[in-house]
């Protein structure tokens, strides 16, 4: 099976801060990446899919790219709003369809 | 307004049986494909199973192959996920989630119901 690693596990970041999530697929996954963030208590959401397509309605300040193996998703500037767990996910034709073990993001 | 609505959680004793259903609306059901992921409490997403648009392609995780079943009735609009054999660790909060994508079996999940926790202890 492909697993899929994110580093780091917790990050504390200043509001307005560039924020950088790293996802690790073990094996290649071309584009078939997706991102969701999910908020304490809340149901999770999908942020970006294909790796860097961003959902309708989903602010502009968050991005992600990558391909292959190594991704990222960025938050250009963190707002208290964006304090929550995000997860990666590879959805390639090969199951199962892993999640990350998750990002929390809090802010200092 | 998309909504998936879950139900049939509980606390069930270890080796006995629980059946979750999910109602789906607000849109073109047997378009999508749909799927199960689970949390357990302070845990992360687990993908459980799923199911395409006409069921002819049916998946599940190791951790549940041969104990769940997800079946769906495209006339009622509804999923199902027969849950047999359930041990402490199936103890998840347990979401319905569509595909964002239409007529494809995987893809990102864009819709996800508001959960169903099972609890499995005795």
């Known amino acids: 099976d492909i697993q899929m690693t994110q580093s780091p596990s917790s990050l504390s970041a200043s509001v307005g801060d560039r924020v950088t999530i790293a996802c690790r697929a073990s094996?290649?996954?071309?584009?078939?990446l997706a991102w969701y963030q999910q908020k304490p208590g809340k149901v999770p959401k999908l942020l970006i899919y294909?790796?860097?397509t961003l959902q309708s309605g989903v602010p502009p300040r968050f991005s992600g790219s990558g391909f292959g193996t190594d991704f990222t998703l960025t938050i250009s500037s963190l707002q208290p709003e964006d304090v929550a767990t995000y997860y990666c996910?590879?959805?390639?034709?090969?199951?199962?369809?892993?999640f990350g073990q998750g990002t929390k993001v809090e802010i200092k | 307004e998309v909504q998936l609505v879950e139900s049939g959680g509980g606390l069930v004793q270890p080796g006995r049986s629980l059946k979750l259903s999910c109602a789906a609306s607000?849109?073109?059901?047997?378009?999508?494909?749909m799927h199960w992921v689970r949390q357990a409490p302070g845990k992360g997403l687990e993908w459980v199973s799923g199911?395409?648009?006409?069921?002819?392609?049916?998946d599940y995780a190791d951790s549940v192959k041969g104990r769940f079943t997800f079946s769906r009735d495209n006339a009622k609009n509804s999923l199902y996920l027969q849950m047999n054999s359930l041990r402490t660790e199936d103890t998840a909060l347990y979401y319905c989630?569509?595909?964002?994508?239409?007529?494809?079996?995987?893809?990102?999940?864009?819709?996800w119901g508001q959960g169903t926790m099972v609890t499995v202890s005795s």
């Open positions: 294909a790796a860097s």
């Open positions: 094996q290649g996954i071309g584009s078939y």
């Open positions: 199911i395409s648009w006409n069921s002819g392609i049916i």
């Open positions: 607000g849109f073109t059901f047997d378009d999508y494909a």
């Open positions: 996910q590879k959805y390639n034709s090969v199951p199962p369809w892993t």
């Open positions: 989630v569509k595909v964002r994508q239409q007529l494809v079996f995987v893809g990102a999940f864009d819709i």
